[in-house]
DNA sequence: GTGAAAGCGCTAACAT
DNA sequence: ATGTTAGCGCTTTCAC
């Protein structure tokens, strides 16, 4: 079933198809009503290879994040791909694990794949851009990612203030008279990054000076910081609330807690739903997923659209504190 | 850059280009070495369109799935993703959530897309084959189910007796004294109707009757399930053991006794990364999704293969029990 | 408003 | 072992 097919069905000609296929006014109503029904009839749909092969696009977007089943990349994930499919776009996914070379093999896969744009999910793709050479095909489609901010001719970036979130925090808890914060991160990304800067920058507006006694790197698993507060909690060391860069280390902190039966502030990031599950249940920083992702895909099609000069390179949301009982609201 | 520019630079035709791109064995080796390097050199890559629109695929599979940011969803696609890729396959994505419609509607955008093969995720999908006529689709591209049994021409199902691990679990709770046992559901797909057959058969082998009253479904929420339970508690309702069709609701329940000052047993389904992140940590019947999704890649290389007349249509694995704090393991 | 024909880049059957 | 050529099904330019 092809063009030809309807074409002769209607007595026109194969172009004509093509003007009724792809809303072209020139066509007369008439025929465009007959050509119309006949692929209706016909249950004819048209070959989208051959399409992309004349246009070199077939309206697909490539999705990049290290792992979906982390709940922080299956919920952008779960933001962004019904609305590219509103759009008229297939949305391809990679998980491509932790490893560079991986990440940019799958980049160059989508790249060999014509996609029409890629969405990097998480700023630990930034690193890909750390030695520009190792982008060469930088340039022919349009990159955004999705927290991570790098400077690259068309690459997009939407991310969140978690810098200033953090800042906040920091000064919260502060204020709430808590001096010694252990803040438990796993890597340190552009995101990780600007996390500790932001807590810095709080402690410093609150006069506290930050320890680096109490800044611990831990693998992101629940167990790794279980184990990590347990001991710290063994060996007496002074703290008396935490901040961690992921829920899933707050809530291991938590558990911590728990089994040694103290109580103190714990507040996570990301505000997934491990957050609610958690007991107590866990008070996190938002980062704004569900501003991020509509955000990022409105600039993808701004872009595609030809419109990428009148389109801001870096979108910055703010985060917002979600209270739970982990850390109570005060006025 | 094309297959042309190749061949002139080379000085062979584009047929000789065309068999060392795709390893025909009939190339003299210098000749091959050459065309290598010309390819190397000037960084050129097939165009996938084109060879798509001469072999009618390009290697694509699509994945379908109710919503991605759940857990056990995520799970399954971050374990089918890397493993297709590695063969070759390229995923395309879709949310569908849960109206037939869309289900209906995704389907038809992946076939109409000419994927090489399609991947349904989860036993909602179930719904989809319920009127054939719904379905005319099927048999142009094999359909692969996770999780879910129904019979179809050219539909391969992956499952795991969950049935089987209710039944048992119930037992044991029997077993172990436990003679009221709560049971929370939120859908009657075909996993959820083998979940509540399999709790009446193991009631039955202990010698004890389903209580209604005690079957109710709820939302597949944590706060409904919570909702019910403290409900329930309030009421004074009878019961001393509490098993959940999903995690999510599990850790619901456990929150409501948690709350009431209460301890029963509580046993929940997927072993999803809540179970462990719930407090007391959450023993969860596992339904195996790490043997599920290789088995299914294996089904659909398989089939594509040609080899579908030597494919088993339902293939199915034992489910078991993982133990964490909520039901300790008894001798 | 409609048709004829070239071209998109590849594969594979056939010829040499 | 290598070259020639006819498709694959669509879009689009150029005539009419």
Redesign the pocket.
Known sequence: ???????KT??????????V??G?????????DKVLAAMEEQK?????????????SMKTVGILCTDISDAFFAKAVSLVEPNLRSRGFDVILGCTGNDPADKKKYLHLFLERHVDAIILIGSSFGEIFDHSHMVPATGKVPIFIINCNVKFPNVYCVVCDEAGGFCETAQLLAKGGYKHILYLYDRLTYSGKQKLKGLHEGLKKSKLEANPQLEIMVERTMSDAKNVVDKLLAEKKPFDAIIASEDILAIGAQKALVAAGLSMPVIGCNNSILASCSTPALTSLDNRLEALCPATVNVLLQVLEGKGKMTPSVTTFEPYLCYRDSFKKTE
Chains 1, 2 share one sequence.
């Open positions: 079933m092809t063009i030809y097919d309807i074409a209607c007595g026109v000609s194969i172009a004509t198809v093509s003007r296929l792809n072209s006014a020139k066509v007369r109503a008439a025929t465009r004819y749909t048209p070959n989208p290879f051959a399409r992309g092969l004349g246009l070199d």
